[in-house]
T-cell receptor, first 113, second 112 residues
Framework: DTGVSQDPRHKITKRGQNVTFRCDPI?????LYWYRQTLGQGPEFLTY????????KSRLLSDRFSAERPKGSFSTLEIQRTEQGDSAMYLC???????????FGPGTRLLVL | QQQVKQSPQSLIVQKGGISIINCAYE??????FPWYQQFPGKGPALLIA?????SEKKEGRFTISFNKSAKQFSLHIMDSQPGDSATYFC???????????FGDGTTLTVKP
């Protein structure tokens, strides 16, 4: 039984470029979450899916951010026109329908130059 | 508004000692209160969690104490070990709403 996986683990990009991250949740999990974590802070909620439906988006998620989970399995998070302030660790988590225990992936560390 | 306040920001404990980390929250709609452990370069991992109908939960060396009326809960690590050195986050969750709100973390160092 594999855990949550994320790809890539590290991404360096130039300001203004678009980036896309992928998350593969634990296979039987219905819920999938995206969080952002900056140094010295706890993870901040961005959005979550129940199956393929995106049920909640944080006000932190500007129009440059979009997430999809087209078949209710893996998910992608895209950031358009990246800014230096987007530099952070992007964490994905998944859980069953009860939504209690969220299992986190290793994260994708983004650096925008 | 910061919905979860965690303290202390950092903690140094001798091996074998007790580590205590505290969290206070504001919204009574939360129904699940987990603690996560995070090592550098890794995602957070669930350590122990409690529901508000219980005042205390113990799993091995880890105990959560929960005070519903004060809207506070704490993590106690008994017999702290150097391997416990990590960053600990409390979180609050409304399981219907889905999202977790995390504290800012406590960096624990256990000295041998």
């Amino acid at each position: 039984d594999t855990g949550v996986s994320q790809d890539p683990r590290h991404k360096i990009t130039k300001r203004g470029q678009n980036v896309t991250f992928r998350c593969d949740p634990i296979s039987e999990h219905n819920r999938l979450y995206w969080y952002r974590q900056t140094l010295g802070q706890g993870p901040e909620f961005l959005t979550y899916f129940q199956n393929e439906a995106q049920l909640e988006k944080s006000r932190l998620l500007s129009d440059r951010f979009s997430a999809e989970r087209p078949k209710g399995s893996f998910s992608t998070l895209e950031i358009q026109r990246t800014e230096q302030g987007d530099s952070a660790m992007y964490l994905c988590a998944s859980s069953g329908l009860a939504g209690e225990t969220q299992y986190f992936g290793p994260g994708t560390r983004l650096l925008v130059l | 508004q910061q919905q979860v306040k965690q303290s202390p920001q950092s903690l140094i404990v001798q091996k074998g000692g007790i580590s205590i980390i505290n969290c206070a929250y504001e919204n009574t709609a939360f129904d699940y209160f987990p603690w996560y452990q995070q090592f550098p370069g890794k995602g957070p991992a669930l350590l122990i969690a409690i529901r508000p109908d219980v005042s205390e939960k113990k799993e091995g060396r880890f105990t959560i104490s929960f005070n519903k009326s004060a809207k506070q809960f704490s993590l106690h690590i008994m017999d702290s070990q150097p391997g416990d050195s990590a960053t600990y986050f409390c979180a609050v969750l409304n399981t219907n709403a889905g999202k977790s709100t995390f504290g800012d973390g406590t960096t624990l160092t256990v000295k041998p």
